[in-house]
């Protein structure tokens, strides 16, 4: 029959070791989603800008972002982008915690694609009419769209942005293919150490559950404050 020691997890340098991993993965969805959000709001009004070429980098940027799995944006951004850097700074980067750099900027730059198509549906969802109002006081595109549309298209848009959170969260667990010490990178590291895969493996399932859970009851609170306006 096969034993358990939960006693790893709960006291001692492997509760450590997964306490901070937990908290990297935490520190990566933070800084990740804080990052995306203004990313995401610059794309989606270049997407509605009147001017072509604009509108054309947009698209552009977004269907790289969004056709290019997770995975091969984590792989591309800590191997393959520093090759094109000076050999002094790159060595200077992989010395200096490059592997959680990394790991931000593809997690940015993949979520901030999904995000601005959510708030790009979000604008088009206000009316019409509140934007020529704007126009009508004499605001000009941007100041129409800060003070007038964005605030109505973010509370449009919160919950799919709420479901690219959660994403965002999820994906967070690839960053342990480029070494980053988050909580995936954690449990194998003490499942080696220890053998204990089962005890590891569980406190890094229960915790990216829990987490996931919460953003779901977070997307769950907003719809039922903020339903659906009948239109």
Known sequence: MPSFDFSLLIAGPYHETLLAGLAMSLRLLVI??????PLAAALALLRLS????????????????????????????????PELLPEALRDWLYGHNF?????????????AAFMGEDLRSGIRSVPAVQFEAGRAL?????PTMRFIILPQALRIAT???LSQTLNL???????TVIGTAELMY?????????FR??????????????????IGALAAWFARRYPPRSA
């Open 32 to 37: 990740s989603l804080m990052l995306a959000l």
């Open 50 to 81: 009147p001017w072509a070429p604009l509108r054309a980098f947009a698209w552009l940027c977004v269907e790289v972002q969004r056709n290019i799995p997770p995975l091969a944006h984590l792989l591309f951004w800590y191997f393959a982008a």
């Open 99 to 111: 592997e959680a750099i990394a790991a931000v900027v593809a997690l940015t730059l993949y979520a």
């Open 138 to 142: 004499g605001l000009g595109f941007l």
């Open 159 to 161: 919950p799919p942005l």
């Open 169 to 175: 969260w999820k994906n967070s667990s690839l960053a």
């Open 186 to 194: 954690a449990a194998a590291k003490v499942e080696t150490e220890t």
């Open 197 to 214: 895969s089962f005890e590891a493996f569980a406190f890094a399932t229960v915790c990216y559950l829990t987490v996931s859970l919460a």
